[in-house]
DNA sequence: AACTATGGCAACCGCATATAC
DNA sequence: AGTATATGCGGTTGCCATAGT
């Protein structure tokens, strides 16, 4: 038995909005706020709608200050960053957009900008199990890393995987194994550079008290089955001069290009680059599109989030994938 | 002109989380 | 502490406008 509805869907009027119902929410809104009560509210003014539908209404369209279409480079730019870093936090994104709302970004970005940025990604060779369909009784991954099982990686996580390699104009997602490789000329890679390093991710987790398992974590981000090997799966930094790593690193290179290309032709590149996608080569082409105006620093900068949280750049991503490689 | 395909967007749905009791 | 209810969020659907044939 399922929870019982928050109104009763055969009295309330559903469909787009008429001029009349916006006035009425609007002037109540405005005079009297909502009152801490959204399902009650309709009611209160006599609107035959759902309060979870007045709420909408006013978010997404009736609140004062409210921008519609028109988003610039500047926006696009913005979107793009977030998205890479955080994935589909459609509110987190929208709350650094002033006026923009969650609803009218994530439009935005699944019809046009996804498109423009994207363009149109090569099917991989096989079939990936999206998130509706992984195993929710045992919620564990599927598939460990290297392993011709399945694996679990969203469209979301693919997108940002691509935009990450955009956004750095890096196609080796693995130049992290190199040491003179450019991914550590960012500031926020250059700590520790010897030795192979622990970074970002992968010190905290170490460094903490939680109880949440490297496993866990990366369940919850989606990664299911693609664990970076930087870390062994008991928790203990892995030894990066053990042959256990090397195949895992070889296991994870592997299942990151099926992944990204369909394929495993660019296996064992960890010296080489990875070939860039189509889609890529001709988003790169396009010199209208400027990803650093201000330098890394800028972006380098701290995300301030309605919760309050401060978020690096680089470590929305690498709690979401676990990785260091990608020198953000 | 008629039909079909596609794009864009508002609104809905269901789940997760927060809050009240 | 446990349960019920409200709210917030992200994914999805469906309608309308426009482009293409």
Request: aromatic residues 8%.
């Given at each position: 038995m399922g929870r019982a509805p928050c109104c009763d869907k055969a009295s309330v009027k559903r469909g787009p909005w008429s001029p009349e119902e916006d006035a009425k929410l609007?002037?109540?809104?405005?005079?009297?706020?909502?009152?801490?009560?959204?399902?009650?509210?309709?009611?209160?003014?006599?609107?035959?709608?759902?309060?979870?539908?007045?709420?909408?209404?006013?978010?997404n369209y009736l609140r004062p200050n409210i921008k519609h279409g028109g988003f610039t480079e500047g926006e696009d730019e913005l979107i793009c960053r977030l998205y890479a870093s955080i994935g589909s936090r459609w509110s987190i994104i929208a709350a650094q957009l002033p006026g923009r709302t969650d609803n009218d970004i994530k439009n935005y970005w699944n019809t046009r900008l996804k498109k423009k940025l994207?363009?149109?990604r090569p099917q991989p060779s096989r079939r990936l199990i999206?998130?509706?369909e992984i195993n929710t009784e045992?919620?564990?991954?599927?598939?460990?890393?290297?392993?011709?099982?399945?694996?679990?990686?969203?469209?979301?996580?693919?997108?940002?995987?691509?935009?990450?390699?955009q956004l750095q104009g890096l196609y080796n997602p693995f130049s992290y194994l190199d040491m003179n490789s450019q991914a550590w000329q960012n500031p926020y890679t250059l700590q520790n550079k010897t030795n192979y390093p622990m970074q970002g991710f992968e010190q905290e987790i170490l460094n903490s008290n939680s109880t949440t398992s490297i496993e866990e974590s990366l369940d919850s981000a989606n990664l299911i089955g693609l664990q970076s090997p930087m870390l062994a799966s008991d928790g203990v930094s892995a030894d990066n001069s053990s042959s256990s790593f090397s195949s895992s690193v070889a296991g994870f290179q592997s299942t990151f290009c099926e992944l990204?290309?369909?394929?495993?032709?660019?296996?064992?590149?960890?010296?080489?680059?990875?070939?860039?996608?189509?889609?890529?080569?001709?988003?790169?082409?396009?010199?209208?599109?400027?990803?650093?105006?201000?330098?890394?620093?800028?972006?380098?900068?701290?995300?301030?989030?309605?919760?309050?949280?401060?978020?690096?750049?680089?470590?929305?991503?690498?709690?979401?994938?676990?990785?260091?490689?990608?020198?953000?």
């Open positions: 609007k002037a109540y809104i405005e005079e009297h706020g909502t009152g801490g009560n959204w399902i009650a509210l309709p009611q209160k003014i006599g609107l035959k709608r759902c309060g979870k539908s007045c709420r909408l209404r006013w978010l994207l363009g149109k999206q998130n509706s045992s919620n564990k991954p599927a598939a460990s890393l290297g392993s011709t099982s399945s694996q679990a990686i969203s469209t979301s996580t693919l997108e940002r995987m691509q935009l990450l390699m990204l290309y369909g394929n495993n032709s660019c296996n064992n590149t960890q010296e080489g680059n990875f070939p860039e996608p189509d889609n890529l080569k001709e988003i790169n082409q396009d010199e209208s599109i400027n990803w650093w105006p201000n330098g890394l620093d800028e972006y380098a900068s701290p995300f301030t989030c309605d919760n309050g949280v401060n978020y690096q750049p680089d470590m929305m991503l690498l709690q979401d994938y676990g990785l260091s490689g990608y020198g953000l």
